[in-house]
């Protein structure tokens, strides 16, 4: 068992070792392979660890090493495999080693493929580290490792300015998020004198003297979550990490690292179960991001731009879910939702791929024909996230959406007018991606081709899961639900029995997804309008496609302000500091051009100077001094 | 009997004084090396006569004891200083020290 513990959390490591010092040298497609092959070890460890702790239910906790004590808190490296961190591990590996498959062949032409596997490989070990992580502070390391990964690959063509800055962007918004996480962790670990959950947990059993500083801690984790899984108001980040190749948005930015947020909470339920207020905020933050990024999502013309508000919204919708305390809900949508998202960025990939670059959509349309399974596989996941009967999405959305029903009416109708906006835009995508004509130069449609197997075959088992993958829990009988239930101290939210009430609710939340659908297809198919560029928009519409101003008001109050008190210290502070320390030194250099004469080489001057010193000492020191 | 009884211990401060400043008075006047360094030899002895002189009177063997390592010492002063006066003459012809001025600053 400890071999596969060490295989599974090693693999990356290495394969991101022989990447860096190696990769080079290797050539591109054995570079690929190891770093494919890293990850593939990983998922067959993780699997026989799944199957082990799904028959006796039993979580291993694995000591590697111990880390440092103070005072009485003892931090070890050590990791903790239980239902949630097995579950987590196996979507994160199984997708992680898909995309790098996908990858081979995706990145191909850039020289500096060995470099972009040896930092998928790293962030697949981060990723780990921070789900098996059995104390706050390595889910920290795991944490702040992702985040560099995250960095890193966003620019990873980084002759592009504008792509650096989206890293620096997403590594500045996460900083804000990881300062609150890290006050978080503060507070616990001052309160409960230790990191570890399992112990947190118990301790939490017993005393509740301070809910008030426990609520405090609970926000700050909050905050560190809104930043790393992008919620408003720390959302602007990812739609601008669009910047990374696109298997990297696939894996970084759709599937496993933006969930870390929603993987943290879930890890600390029992915290946040005692925090009411704190709940009723996430549930809020959520349902508002939700319908933010959806609505934004509506107008975006750029292909991973919709893809990347559409991660936001339904990241909100999972926000949603664990401020309502349905924790396993929420964790029934991460897994759907990594499916048919991952998807969709690596079919946008394909197309991406297929017109060399082309991102606009104003510029696609007609590759259903040329493009048969990148469509198809689409398709289907486009059913999947617009929550059509009975793909996966349809399943994990709709408990949510049920959760809320029961929980908060107002909650409910955000949450589902969000959803149709959902069907609207990815049907717009689909509509003006695969359907009419082409619209591209001549010069890409003569180069138009579907994408070779090593793409296609991730895309299609990714279809296939968000196809059926929600089977794992139907309502009523729940094999996920049934699964978690050890993780949750109450009584973990039975899967809604099948009433009137249930299936009203299933088919007004069909018949918005059709009604989302109708609209797009009246709008882009039958009257084949195209979207206008972005600078001749009118009205509500240029609100929407400047992202309600978010970032210019994030630059007037924050940016300019801080740029104002910077040129003020620049121009008064600074001068007078510099000018304090100049005038410092060019008084010494005045005193020693004058001091330097006295030493002029003149071997009788020194000889006076010592005597004549000398005597005077002598003088001082036996005479004047004595008549003292 | 003993000699301090006869010449008395003032002289002998008085002497030694005297023969300090003259070696001071002639390391300050005079321009050439060799006779700097001969002056610096009689402040040496001057300062080894009053040493030996106070350790007579205080019935102080000790004080002789450090004559003997002052004299050593200075002989090797002598010859590293000696030595630095040849090359000093090989390289600049003379041994004047208003002409040593590589020093400077």
């Known amino acids: 068992m400890n071999t596969t513990i060490l295989l599974l959390l090693f693999a990356p490591l290495v394969g991101f070792l022989i990447n860096t010092f190696f990769g080079k040298s290797l050539g591109k497609t054995i570079s690929g392979v190891i770093g494919t092959t890293a990850i593939v070890v990983s998922f067959l460890c993780t699997i026989s660890l799944f199957s082990q702790i799904n028959t006796d239910g039993k979580e291993i906790t694995f000591h590697l090493a111990d880390w440092f004590s103070i005072g009485s808190i003892q931090v070890n490296f050590s990791f903790l495999f239980d239902q949630l961190s097995v579950l987590w591990l196996l979507f994160v590996t199984g997708i992680g080693a898909l995309i790098h498959l996908y990858s081979i062949s995706y990145m191909h032409e850039d020289e500096n493929m060995h470099k972009f596997f040896s930092y998928l490989n790293l962030f697949v070990f981060f990723m780990i580290a921070l789900v098996a992580g059995s104390n706050l502070l390595i889910m920290f390391i795991g944490w702040e490792g992702v985040g560099l990964c995250s960095y890193l690959l966003i620019g990873f063509w980084y002759k592009n300015q504008d792509y650096n800055d989206a890293a620096k962007k997403a590594f500045i918004m996460n900083r804000i998020g990881d300062l609150g996480f890290l006050i978080g962790i503060f507070i616990l670990g001052f309160h409960f004198q230790t990191l570890e959950f399992l112990e947190i947990k118990d301790l939490l059993g017993k005393d509740l003297i301070t809910p008030s500083l426990l609520s405090i801690a609970a926000l700050c984790l909050f905050i560190g979550a809104c930043g790393k899984s992008a919620q408003l108001p720390l959302a602007t980040w990812l739609p601008d990490a669009m910047a990374g190749p696109t298997p990297v948005s696939a894996l970084i930015h759709a599937a496993t690292m933006v969930t870390a947020g929603i993987f943290m909470i879930t890890r600390m339920n029992f915290l946040f179960d005692v925090c009411h207020e704190v709940q009723n905020v996430i549930a809020i933050v959520g349902a508002i991001t939700a319908i933010v990024a959806a609505s934004i999502g509506l107008v975006q013309n750029d292909i991973k731009k919709v893809l990347a508000y559409s991660t936001v919204s339904q990241l909100g919708l999972m926000f949603l879910a664990l401020g309502l305390g349905a924790y396993e809900v929420a964790v029934f949508h991460v897994i759907t939702h990594a499916f048919f998202k991952a998807c969709l960025f690596l079919g946008s990939g394909s197309v991406i791929h297929a017109l060399h670059g082309e991102q606009d959509m104003k510029n696609m349309g007609g590759l259903r024909k040329v493009m048969p399974i990148t469509f198809w596989t689409m398709m289907i996941s486009t059913l999947a996230i617009s929550g059509i009967f009975p793909f996966s999405g349809f399943w994990s959305k709709d408990e949510i959406l049920m959760t809320a029903f029961h929980n908060n009416i107002p909650l409910w109708i955000i949450g589902s007018i969000a959803s149709i906006m959902t069907a609207f835009y990815m049907f717009r995508l689909m509509y003006l991606t695969f359907f009419n004509d082409f619209r591209g130069t001549d010069e890409q449609k003569h180069h138009l081709h579907e994408s070779p197997a090593l793409i296609t075959i991730p895309l299609v088992i990714l279809a296939t899961l968000a196809a059926i993958g929600g089977a794992i829990s139907l309502p009523g009988n729940s094999w996920l639900n049934h699964y978690l239930a050890p993780l949750f101290a109450h009584k973990s939210h039975e899967a809604h029995t099948l009433g009137t009430t249930e299936y009203t609710l299933m088919a007004v939340a069909t018949l918005g997804a059709l009604l989302g659908i109708a609209i797009a297809y009246s709008k882009y198919l039958k009257k084949k309008e195209i979207p206008v560029a972005d600078s001749e928009v009118q009205g509500l519409h240029k609100v929407l496609s400047n992202k309600y101003y978010l970032d210019e008001i994030y630059v007037a109050i924050i940016v300019k302000p801080i740029y104002i008190i910077s040129s003020f210290a620049k121009k008064y502070v600074e001068k007078f500091i510099s000018n304090a320390v100049i005038g410092l030194g060019g008084a010494t250099y005045a005193l020693s051009l004058k001091g330097k004469k006295i030493q002029n080489g003149n071997i009788g001057v020194y000889l006076f100077a010592f005597i004549f010193g000398m005597v005077g000492f002598l003088v001082y020191v036996f005479i004047i001094r004595d008549v003292k | ?105």
Request: one cysteine or more; glycine letters at 6%.
């Open chain 2, 1 to 105: 009997m003993n000699i301090l009884e006869q010449v008395g211990i003032e002289n002998y401060i008085t002497l030694s004084a005297l023969l300090f400043c003259i070696g001071a008075f002639g390391l300050l006047y005079r321009r050439n090396a060799i006779i700097m360094f001969m002056s610096i030899e009689i402040m040496l002895n001057a300062v080894n006569l009053l040493l030996v002189a106070f350790s007579s009177y205080h019935e102080d063997p000790s004080g002789q004891v450090f004559v003997f390592f002052t004299m050593a010492v200075a002989a090797a002063e002598v010859a590293v200083g000696l030595a630095i006066l040849v090359s000093v003459f090989r390289n600049i012809g003379n041994i004047d020290i208003d002409n040593l001025k590589n020093l400077k600053g």
